[in-house]
């Protein structure tokens, strides 16, 4: 057999993941090359076994086929757990006592991308150790061929099981609206179901890679559209939307408004403090004011981090938190749970909470502080530049003497509120947010910003997106 090397195209190797448009950027050889250099990695570090799931879109099982290949020819045992949602692939690492873990999946991304998702042992795979896949394939730094093997399992009743282990709630009987956008969650979701309490409405359950009904993305509000209005015709308690792998939640009221990602932490945090006190809650740097607030007066200690599922994750095992969350809709209970971002555990923990509530959650919502603040701004800026844009504004804003949190990007506090610029670890763009008290003030924070991007050369975001006021 010839030496083995192989090159990636040096788009699809991103911060959190593997990620790229199939048939362009993304190959089925390339899905040879990683389970050959991720094979190569875990039985580097005294590894034997894999475990290996994949999504609904339709060139998931070729791909997955070819990781499989990847890995058996460095003589790893590979536990195949066929079509799943990711977090049933991170519980299989648990479960099947496996060394390491890869997800073929495109997450939320349009139809025709795909990727991987991974664990070393039971700790996210991210940043420079993907890169690191890149510079073995293309040196061909890898473990002597050798002869694996490979099994299917089914681990779904062994999740549901353990997930409904943790269902807490109390006699009230919920009516839930659950919407799986067509994605991988589908057959978990209808499974934990039809074991709940309550009455349950599935809708979109059945997988589809060409997402029929919506784009599955529960942080865009037109994807919501949809589940909002079946919650207003089945008078129903909530609605529960899923990503394309169901590991990012969305969240609707019974009165059709959304639980942003900070907003359902805040109900989350408020319970699991209960028998947690003083324990750190983390989120991301683009989460409310509001929730850190929040967390703080029900007796908890906030901490913002970077945003990325992976860094999250992180920060959750150096800190010993038991909770964690992000705008974009991961949810992290290490609290009874296993610490990884986990949608349907996630939403059966909320259910719980519901179901104890004596008043409805859109009360709970409605009760929450009221801020104004922009959408998420994405714009355009060339890779090579964004992470120095960043550097130039925190430079002026340290001569300026203004209070800045540098945790990822730039979030400058005044007295209006907060706005925040850092650059995307996945795309050439820099995101952008302000949150204000009044709309007064929320036009005074976007006049900083612009100033400052306009200060390194830079075109002012469009900020004609409708304000989500939260």
Known sequence: MPAFNHRFDPTVL???DIRGIVGKTLKPEDAF????????????AGGKRVAVGYDGRLHSPELEAQLVAGLRTCGLEVVR?????TPMLYFAAYDQEADGA???TGSHNPPDYNGFKMMIGKKPFYGSAIQEIGRMAAEGDVV???VGTDRAVDIAGAYADRVLRDWDGGDRKLKVVWDPGNGSA?????ALTARLPGTHYVINGDVDGTFPSHHPDPTVAKNLEQIITEVARE?????????GDGDRIGVVDNEGHILFGDQLLIVLARDVLKSKPGATVIADVKASQVLFDEVAKAGGDPLMWKTGHSLIKAKMAETGSPLAGEMSGHIFFADKWYGFDDAPYSAVRLLGIVARMQERLSAVRAALPQVINTPELRFNCEEQRKFAVVKEVKDRLATEGAKVQDVDGVRVLTEDGWWLLRASNTQAVLVARCEAKTEAGLERLKGQLVKQLVASGLEAPDFS??????
């Open 235 to 243: 008078k129903a308690d909530l609605g529960i939307a899923f990503d």
């Open 144 to 146: 002597p061929e050798a």
């Open 465 to 470: 997106a409708e304000n989500a006021g939260h």
């Open 81 to 85: 757990i066929g079509l799943c949602a």
């Open 14 to 16: 991103r911060e959190y």
């Open 186 to 190: 589908g057959p978990i979701v209808k």
């Open 33 to 44: 090359a990683i389970g050959r250099c991720f094979g190569s990695v875990v039985v580097r």
């Open 102 to 104: 890869a997800m073929v």
